[in-house]
């Protein structure tokens, strides 16, 4: 081998050595790349005035959005938090290091809440109109319409075979912050954005000549002084009307939405499918009671949209998805029941109190921990209680009483003992509905006695997304392998939702830990924010509960995270989350970081983070525990 072919072979050796020793930035030039996370290209965003935009940056350059320089992390992460404008909008990226420089453009749309029609228009804005969904109402039925138009106008509404024009009136509305500003970020803002030319009119609906109208149109009329409009700004629908002396330009528009009349002749029974739906306030409003039984009969009088009203008592409704339920055959009986006879059992291992029907009617339980009591209000039902029975031991419930609390709702009051409550389920068994109780231990002898379930939040979805890349389901697992691993050492069972990136459903979630009768529900999540909310400002660690039971455990817990992990105080919250709201054990979630920050995002990659934060949920279950004496 001649010294030419030495040299070659130690130049290639060199080239090696660099190509493994140093970053390739050393050694070629690097072109920069901009990856965005959040908010999606050409994305619709909801109204705000200013939204935060993250992603990552190949790490070392320098990088600016819309002339804002903004800090990018030693990993490439960046997020800042920037002003936007309604319509179509555009985020400008620019990255640079030193000759090099790669812009990108990532367009989105910010809705327009704050719209209205200039006085010298004449124009109906639809689009804000309401309602904008079916409706089926009967008579007596409050009906309600609202709209937008030029301001200063005459604004009427029909309902087309039904009705007249209705007068509206006019207003005004002024805007403040976002929900998730209340929740998440500084609260209740002043409402300084106003709105004029609001129109809004409501009739009781009449009675009908036929059995039902079908899908009738709704218009929408605006009169107007035919001086007060430019000719160019004539809709090309309008036309001339007079009234008395004056002449007047009117436009109208029909709504996309239809109402429907039944004037019923019998009573609509409808079954509940399953046991896993709740009964709601209004349609995809607050619930008003959870997981009623399969079998569970009601009256329906009424639709919005896909929900369904069904009348519990004398002016009181509840909503359901259609999807909830099945029709019955017409004649089939109003569901109703006289109460004759409560019972109690008590053994070393039931706490139950029993109300036996007829049949199966809808009911409400509620818990009140500190009065210890629930009460169970049972729609439907009328008492002719002269019974009230206690078996067994008679060592938990101290006193059962009823009250009639109106026409078609019963009430039974179940007042027990000084202590805790771990969980209660209200179900039926046949047509007895019953009500089980699980006090908490007089005293917490050993991590033995516990059944824990830790839940990894998300898996086939991938949760919130760091500004690298890295996932939120990701995240979720590896604190929760850990916190497994702290309490198994402690003595406690331990079940997991997912081990890995299984799908598990979140509904199936919560049956797990029923069917593997555990005491506790922990689920492990990290955080972003809503669209209008600043995470630089607002961030740090949260816990949240549904149930009153669980609420200590949780306040425990963000104790723990405020004190082992200085990431700042997001809050305790009251959350209606599905994986909180089943009442058979104490269930929280924890939001343990915020995955959207490049900061935090890269300390939860590290295990030693995970350990933090795993232990610091392990501690305040021990200090729970402790609370309840050894």
Request: glycine share 8%.
């Amino acid at each position: 081998m001649d010294y030419r072919s030495h040299h070659s072979i130690a130049i290639i050796s060199l080239f090696i050595t660099l190509v493994v020793l140093l970053p390739v930035a050393d050694i070629f030039a690097q072109t920069p790349t901009i990856k965005v996370q959040h908010p999606r290209k050409n994305a619709v965003l909801p109204y705000v005035d200013s939204t935060f935009i993250h992603g990552m940056v190949t790490p070392g350059f320098e990088l600016e959005i819309n002339g804002v320089k903004v800090e990018v992390h030693e990993e490439g992460g960046f997020l800042v938090f920037l002003d936007v404008s309604p319509g179509d909008f555009t985020f400008k990226l620019v990255a640079k290091k030193g000759s090099e420089t790669t812009s990108l453009e990532w367009p989105i749309r910010i809705a327009e809440r704050n719209r209205w029609v200039p006085f010298d228009s004449l124009a109906i804005l639809t689009e804000f109109a309401q309602p904008s969904v079916y409706q089926q109402l009967i008579p007596g039925d409050l009906f309600e319409v609202s709209f937008r138009g030029t301001p200063n106008a005459m604004a009427t509404f029909r309902i087309d075979g039904v009705t007249d024009d209705i007068p509206m009136m006019e207003d005004s509305i002024s805007f403040g912050g976002s929900w998730g500003d209340e929740v998440f970020g500084a609260g209740a803002t002043e409402k300084t954005e106003v709105v004029r030319g609001i129109y809004t009119g409501g009739i009781y609906i009449p009675q009908i000549d036929s059995t039902s109208i079908d899908s009738a149109r709704i218009v929408l009329t605006l009169r107007v002084p035919h001086d007060r409009i430019p000719e160019e700004y004539f809709p090309e629908k309008a036309y001339e009307d007079v009234i008395g002396d004056t002449i007047l330009f009117v436009v109208e528009d029909t709504l996309e939405s239809t109402v429907s009349i039944v004037d019923f002749e019998s009573p609509v029974i409808v079954e509940m499918k399953d046991s896993v739906q709740t009964i709601r306030t209004g349609p995809r409003k607050g619930y008003l009671s959870i997981f009623q039984p399969k079998g569970v009969r009601f009256v329906c009088d009424g639709k919005y949209d896909n929900y369904l009203r069904l009348r519990l008592a004398p002016g009181q409704t509840a909503w359901v998805p259609d999807t909830a339920v099945v029709f019955l055959p017409l004649g089939t009986p109003v569901p109703s029941s006289h109460v004759r006879t409560i019972r109690s059992i008590e053994t070393d291992s039931i706490k139950r109190v029993e109300i036996i029907l007829d049949e199966k009617l809808p009911f409400r339980i509620e818990h009140y921990p500190r009065d210890r009591k629930f009460v169970i209000s049972v729609y439907g039902a009328t008492s002719d209680t002269d019974w009230i029975k206690y078996m067994g031991k008679r060592e938990f419930v101290e006193r059962i009483a009823w009250r009639q609390q109106r026409d078609g709702i019963y009430e039974v009051t179940v007042e027990y003992e000084n202590g805790g409550i771990w969980g209660w389920d209200g179900y039926y068994a046949g047509n007895v509905l019953a009500l089980d109780i699980k006090p908490a231990p007089g005293s917490f002898r050993s991590y033995h006695d516990l059944r824990v379930l830790i839940d990894p939040g998300h898996s086939s979805d991938p949760g919130a997304i760091g500004p690298t890349g890295y996932t939120e389901a990701e995240a979720n697992l590896g604190i929760a392998d850990k916190l497994a691993a702290v309490l198994r050492k402690k003595g406690a069972t331990v079940f997991m939702t997912r081990i890995d990136d299984a799908d598990v459903k979140l509904y199936e979630r919560p049956m797990i830990a029923v069917e593997k009768d555990c005491d506790v529900f922990i689920s492990v999540h990290n955080n972003s924010v809503p669209v209008s909310v600043n995470p630089n400002t607002y961030n740090g660690v949260s816990t949240y509960y549904y149930n009153p039971h669980s609420k200590i455990l949780a306040d425990y817990i963000q104790t723990e995270f405020l004190d082992k992990l200085p990431l700042g105080d997001h809050g305790l919250y009251y959350a209606n989350f599905a994986v909180t709201r089943p009442t058979q054990y104490l269930a929280v979630l924890v939001e343990c970081a915020f995955m959207i920050l490049p900061e935090q995002e890269a300390r939860l990659k590290k295990d030693d983070f995970q350990m933090k934060c795993a232990k610091a949920i392990a501690d305040g279950l021990d200090e729970y525990l402790n609370s309840i004496g050894h």
